[in-house]
Nanobody, 128 residues
Framework: VQLQASGGGSVQAGGSLRLSCVASGFTLDFAPVAWFRQAPGKEREGVQCINSSGDSERSSESVKGRFTISRDNAKNTVYLQMERLKPEDTAVYYC??????????????????????WGQGTLVTVSS
């Protein structure tokens, strides 16, 4: 039972990528999902999250207006569309099941125990 993130790669600044988060061993239908990232030498941070029905999202200020989270429950998948990428977006991106609330997304260190089914993550590298 886990979520597997994929779709990472190397792009130049200003480019785009779409990450996928696929559930295995369970259905995502009733699960809120969040994307996180961890840059080298830094703490893991929340990026965006989406509720179970897909009609409510939360975003960190650093990606607001550039990243879009969506879900296709029929495919058991949550997506993260990343546009106008910046070098500071370079990180390993992870997805996990957990509550989609702004205060929780933005305070991962404090609320990390609320998230589960972590996969291995996918590396995104943005060059200038």
């Amino acid at each position: 039972v886990q979520l597997q993130a994929s779709g990472g790669g190397s792009v130049q600044a200003g480019g785009s990528l779409r990450l996928s988060c696929v559930a295995s061993g369970f259905t995502l239908d009733f699960a809120p999902v969040a994307w996180f990232r961890q840059a080298p030498g830094k703490e893991r941070e929340g990026v965006q999250c989406i509720n179970s029905s897909g009609d409510s999202e939360r975003s960190s200020e650093s990606v607001k207006g550039r990243f879009t989270i969506s879900r296709d429950n029929a495919k058991n998948t949550v997506y993260l569309q990343m546009e106008r990428l910046k070098p500071e977006d370079t990180a390993v991106y992870y997805c996990a099941v957990g509550p989609c609330l702004g205060p929780i997304l933005n305070r991962y260190t404090e609320y990390r125990s609320k998230f589960k089914y972590w996969g291995q993550g996918t590396l995104v590298t943005v060059s200038s």
